[in-house]
């Protein structure tokens, strides 16, 4: 089974910063990406950022220019870096993890950590 474990949100005013990181444990395949998504009350969940083994980016429209993700040297570890923190941020956030092998897609959730931007 694969596992994901994450850390380091909080309570941060407008403006400041947070940094999200999460850790993928379990029978992964090289190839595969990583990300991070949120989910407002009673909103659906959104795609935030991700980021393949290749290299391959991608940030949601709402938050370029804000946050960067980086994969880690470890393997199958990722990093949210949020600045210029809005309240409109204030979300769940979810680390994902998914590939492709053959005909089948494999995908894994973290348990979410919380962020909150309020002043």
């Known amino acids: 089974q694969v596992q994901l474990v994450e850390s380091g949100g909080g309570l941060v005013q407008p403006g400041g910063s947070l940094r999200l990181s999460c850790a993928a444990s379990?029978?992964?395949?090289?190839?595969?990406?990583m990300g991070w998504y949120r989910q407002a009350p009673g909103k659906q969940r959104e795609l935030v950022s991700a980021r393949t083994t290749g290299g391959r980016t991608n940030y949601a429209d709402s938050v370029k220019g804000r946050f960067t993700i980086t994969r880690g040297h470890a393997e199958n570890t990722v990093y949210l870096q949020m600045n210029s923190l809005k309240p409109e941020d204030t979300a769940v956030y979810y680390c994902n993890i998914n590939w492709q092998y053959g005909l089948n897609r494999y995908e894994y959730w973290g348990q979410g950590t919380q962020v909150t931007v309020s002043s």
């Open positions: 379990g029978s992964i395949f090289d190839n595969n990406a």
